[in-house]
């Protein structure tokens, strides 16, 4: 691994320089690794050539890869704030105000939400266009 400021940025086995472990298409937590369909099936990253479309192709997969990770990001933020608007509607104990308060905070992140899953569906769509 790879740290970069204050994330860190996972390598395949093979660029690491192990080469012991299999590297597999695996996620966490829904987080998809930044070399994701960019790996052939001894774990090293593919050759940059011309016939499947070169560098376009590898950056393509990268940010689309990102992307990805960016509204798998969106989305956990989206149910956290939707759990704290609940939080904050049980415990509001009468007051209309904060009852009030929970009940925008709770649309919010409903529309919020429904924007990420929408925007992440075009940008699927649009990379499965890109990258066949």
Do not use: H
């Not at 790879?2 to 660029?15: D, F, K, N, Q, Y």
């Not at 940059?48 to 689309?64: A, C, E, Q, Y």
């Not at 989305?75 to 415990?91: C, D, E, N, R």
């Amino acid at each position: 691994m790879i740290l970069l400021g204050v994330g860190v940025v996972a390598m395949p086995a093979s660029a690491a320089g192990s080469g012991t472990v299999a590297c597999e298409k695996v996620s966490f937590l829904g987080f998809v690794p930044w070399y994701n369909n960019l790996t052939d099936t001894d774990c090293s990253i593919k050759e940059i050539n011309k016939d499947n479309g070169g560098l376009s192709t590898l950056v393509w997969t990268i940010v689309g890869n990102v992307l990805s990770d960016l509204f798998v990001a969106v989305g956990y933020f989206a149910v956290g704030t939707i759990v704290y608007s609940g939080f904050l509607y049980m415990t509001a104990d009468g007051n209309s105000l904060k009852a009030q308060k929970a009940q925008k905070g709770l649309t919010a992140s409903i529309i919020g939400l429904i924007i990420a899953v929408v925007a992440a569906a075009i940008v699927r769509f649009i990379m499965e266009a890109l990258l066949g």
